[in-house]
């Protein structure tokens, strides 16, 4: 079927310059990588998928006096943005279910669609403002204070946006005519509202509009469903504006290699999100301006803008004004900068987006980074509680067992993570985390039972054992970790050379039998890594293989400055620290010379007592 791309608005020289201008219809773009149905099969990334799954999946249904659904069934909500932890609730909820085929866990996500279903209105609202204070109501009384009256509601678009995309989620895997309807009727209500001709939705919302533009993801995601082209129009509708608005122009700006904190005010987690949409216009389209916008931002922020932690860093300046943007590289302090978990969680989903798309290893090998590094400190080791913020430098972490933002995004990245350890990709089967996990590939591959073994990320060694395999030759692809090179490979105990594809993947080919293994075994690699920003102060941090490496500091705890006055970048990590004997549990501990400081892997350096110190002065 040709999907056909919208004919987009050119509304201003900017938009103008950055050639985005209306083209002929083009073909969809075809399946370059596509997930094996698999899952985790134990180990660190399991134990921790288990917490989310066995506790918050839970705990928020009921929390808080049921406020994921509260404020729908019950106008006016309790706060500006109440409506988006239920979409986000059933995006993490549905891909848990996919997993594990929880009877119980269907119960719940059945019953939370249909209370939320019964909620919508019959011109389509769906959110959790009252009747005087909507997007609707601007529809219904256009006229009010004189007509000049923008559209009101506060965060009424961002509810809809996730609305759709829970909504849509959990219909891709239990199709429900009534489902498509209501987000039909969401879609219908907004381009009603913003649609061409209509107000303009970059006047609407924060950041110079870039928040209520990340609904373009989810009314392209409702196009994919529906193949109703008034959706796709809407969505160049929705790219026109903000290429019009010269302090949004996220694509203009990315297509000319300008920096992403120049576009919403850097915004880092709506930027992201928005990036999401223009990758599933890509995917919809084929027009290939919307690929290299995303990898242009990509690239962006990879140099500039990712803590060691893999995580985007923000932090206020005078020039974004706001502690969640993206700053310049020069105003990076370890001790005052951010990392919201908002935005760690739409950085590992737009990397997995683009794995899907492209293929090249490199963006799960950052999915990776970010996901047992920052992710991971995110959350605390009882399963309920999260942080809103992460810091590479804090004397504690501030986890809660409330409904934030955060702690709703949080779930989501370990659950679209788990969908990716075994994916298909020309014609091999491709591991892209040496993380334990289980599959079962198609026919073409003879049905083989795959299963991934070991302790990584804790240990840099992994098997891959096949069952049930009929002798079918076909190629297994797996990656390098970040801070890690290969040592050697071995089938069935003979060791044999590999060679990397242009993708980034090493390649095995082979017909599989059962019974067959490969042995496979990095060698994680000490590095270090430097912060010289503007106020003078030189900090070193240090990284052994995939994870970031931190001391364990107390609130109110004095400390010492191991680096001080000493040349750092002059020496290799190891000239500086010393590996400690392994301890239970296997993790790697290092201590610096001539010092009693201990470091650790990141993520659990962390508690509500105790926190990292990821950066040392030099």
């Keep these: 079927m040709h999907n056909y791309l919208p004919v987009l608005l050119v509304v201003a020289a900017q938009f103008q310059a950055a050639g985005v201008l209306a083209q002929e219809p083009r073909e969809r773009v075809p399946g370059v990588w596509r997930s094996v149905p698999s899952a985790p099969g134990g180990g660190l990334f399991a134990e921790r998928l288990e917490l989310w799954r066995n506790g918050r999946l839970w705990h928020m249904l009921t929390a808080e006096d049921s406020y994921l659904l509260s404020g729908f069934e019950s106008r006016p909500g309790r706060h500006p943005w109440q409506g988006e932890h239920v979409g986000k609730w059933l995006h993490a909820a549905t891909l848990a279910y996919e997993q594990t085929q929880d009877a119980k866990l269907l119960k719940a996500l059945q019953e939370t669609v249909q209370r939320l279903l019964a909620a919508q209105d019959a011109n389509g609202y769906l959110g959790t403002y009252g009747a005087d204070y909507n997007i609707a109501d601007d529809v219904a009384a256009p006229q009010k204070n004189g007509g000049t009256r923008k559209p009101a509601g506060g965060w009424d678009t961002w509810t809809l946006r996730y609305n759709i995309y829970g909504l849509l989620t959990y219909e891709k895997f239990h199709p429900d005519p009534r489902v498509v309807q209501a987000c039909r ?74 920096s992403v904190v120049d576009s919403g005010d850097g915004k880092a987690y709506q930027l992201m999100a928005n990036l999401l949409g223009y990758l599933r216009l890509y995917e919809s389209t084929g027009d290939e301006r919307y690929l290299k916008t995303v990898q242009n931002a990509w690239d962006d922020i990879k140099a500039h803008h990712l803590d060691v932690t893999g995580g985007p860093w923000s932090i206020k300046t005078p020039y974004n004004g706001n502690g969640e943007c993206f700053a310049h590289p020069q105003d990076y302090n370890p001790a005052a900068v951010l990392v919201e978990t908002c935005s760690t969680t739409t950085w590992i989903q737009l990397n997995l987006h683009l794995l899907e798309l492209t293929g090249q290893s490199r963006y799960a090998a950052e999915a990776e980074r970010a996901v047992f590094n920052s992710l991971m400190m995110a959350q605390y080791g009882e399963g309920i ?232 002065k030099f």
């Design 185 to 258: 009727k969401m879609a219908d209500l907004l381009i009603e509202i913003y649609g061409e001709g209509k107000a303009d939705i970059t006047n609407y919302g924060t950041r110079q509009g870039i928040s209520a533009t990340t609904l373009l993801e989810s009314i392209v995601m409702l196009y994919a469903r529906t193949q109703e082209k008034k959706y796709l129009d809407f969505a160049g509708h929705i790219v026109a504006l903000s290429e019009n608005k010269p302090k949004l122009r996220l694509m203009g700006n990315m297509l000319e290699k300008g």
């Design 385 to 616: 509680d999260w942080c809103y913020y992460t810091r590479a430098n804090q004397d504690h972490e501030p986890y809660e067992s409330g409904i934030k933002c955060c702690s709703s995004s949080g779930p989501r990245a370990l659950e679209m993570f788990s969908r990716y350890l075994i994916g298909e990709v020309d014609g091999a089967v491709a591991f892209t985390s040496r993380a334990p996990c289980i599959g079962v590939l198609a026919e073409k591959f003879g049905q083989a039972k795959i299963k991934g073994m070991g302790n990584y990320p804790i240990s840099p060694k992994a098997e891959i054992r096949f069952a049930q395999t009929t002798g079918k030759e076909f190629a297994v692809e797996f990656k390098e970790p970040l801070g890690a090179r290969l040592a050697a490979v071995r089938i069935n105990g003979k060791e044999i050379e590999s060679r990397k594809n242009e993708r980034g993947f090493y390649m095995l080919e082979s017909a599989w039998k059962s019974g067959d293994e490969v042995a496979i075994d990095f060698e994680y690699q000490l590095e270090s890594h430097f912060a010289l920003p503007k106020d003078g102060r030189k900090w070193v941090a240090f990284t052994y293989g995939p994870w970031a490496l931190a001391q364990t500091t107390e609130k109110g705890a004095a400390l010492a400055e191991p680096f001080n006055g000493k040349d750092i970048p002059s020496k290799a990590a190891s000239e500086w620290l010393e590996p400690c004997p392994v301890k239970d549990g296997g993790l790697p501990e290092f201590r610096i010379k001539g010092s009693n400081i201990v470091l650790k892997p990141f993520f659990c350096s962390g508690s509500l007592k105790t926190g990292p110190r990821t950066y040392f």
